[in-house]
């Protein structure tokens, strides 16, 4: 299996601060990585190194076989992401958003109709397609922004929190988009703050004041720490945070 995220030492700093401290990781393609830590721990912003959004103040890394410092446009081009927010706009359609976004993604226009009905079949949404997105319960929003961030057929999507505020039956079926997408080869980056959710990962990262503590299987980590949980090991690690 090729390997779609190398990092070596990257850091970034504010000023005096150093928010992320010389991380060294790999992920393969095909593989869900779980990418965790408390708030203010540094994933959200090494996050953004690897998705283009931000450069690093030192070390390496290359995203999809392109370098984070002079190939950011080939990153963005190769990548999905979807944030912790809703991302598609509440005001267009359904159908609308799917076309808007396939465009940005460069999907010429026969491709694009193509993806359009094939997402639209495969979530059962030919009675939603020609309905505004602010009129649909939040787990579909959630199911249809993750699609939609796919539907270029990227190299790896970035997903940060992306099960934020739906139910647990939702979440599920969410991971369940997921996996049907990393079984065709697309790498899933993943931040979560739900634990149960680091079991359905590959393998888990856990941040702790800007630096990697563990890195490893949710069974290995598991082991590891003495731990019933990944809950139970995130605790263990987050305890011994010197920052807030």
């Known amino acids: 299996m090729s ?5 070596e030492k990257l850091t970034k700093k504010f000023d005096d601060f150093t928010a992320v401290d010389a991380i060294s990781f790999e992920v393969e393609q095909g593989e869900i990585f779980g990418f965790l830590g408390a708030n203010g721990a540094g994933k959200t912003t090494a996050m953004r190194i690897l ?16 370098d984070v410092y002079n190939q950011v446009e ?50 059962h949404l030919g009675p939603e397609a020609n309905k505004l997105v602010k ?4 787990g579909w929003k959630q199911k249809i922004a993750f699609s939609v961030a796919i539907l270029h057929r990227p190299k790896i999507v970035f997903l940060d929190e992306p ?7 939702t979440r599920r079926q969410f991971w369940e988009l997921i996996y049907e997408a990393t079984s065709q080869g697309i790498t899933a980056f993943v931040t979560t703050h739900y634990m149960d959710e680091a079991e359905y990962c590959d393998r888990v990262s856990i941040m702790v ?6 890195l490893d299987t949710p069974a290995a980590l598991k082991s590891q720490f003495n731990a019933s949980s990944m809950d139970a090991v995130f605790l263990q690690l987050a305890r011994a945070a010197k920052r807030s």
């Open 135 to 138: 009129s649909l319960p939040l």
């Open 209 to 214: 004041d800007g630096a990697i503590a563990a």
């Open 3 to 7: 390997k779609v995220i190398i990092t």
């Open 74 to 123: 080939d990153i963005k081009r190769n990548i999905g992401y979807m944030s912790q927010k809703f991302s598609l706009y509440e005001n267009l359609t359904v159908r609308e958003n799917i076309h808007f976004f396939g465009g940005i993604y460069g999907l010429g226009r026969k491709e694009l109709k193509q993806a359009s009905e094939e997402l639209i079949s495969r979530l």
């Open 51 to 66: 998705s283009g959004l931000s450069y690093p103040t030192s070390g390496k890394a290359e995203v999809a076989g392109f």
């Open 163 to 169: 099960t934020g505020g739906v139910d647990p039956i």
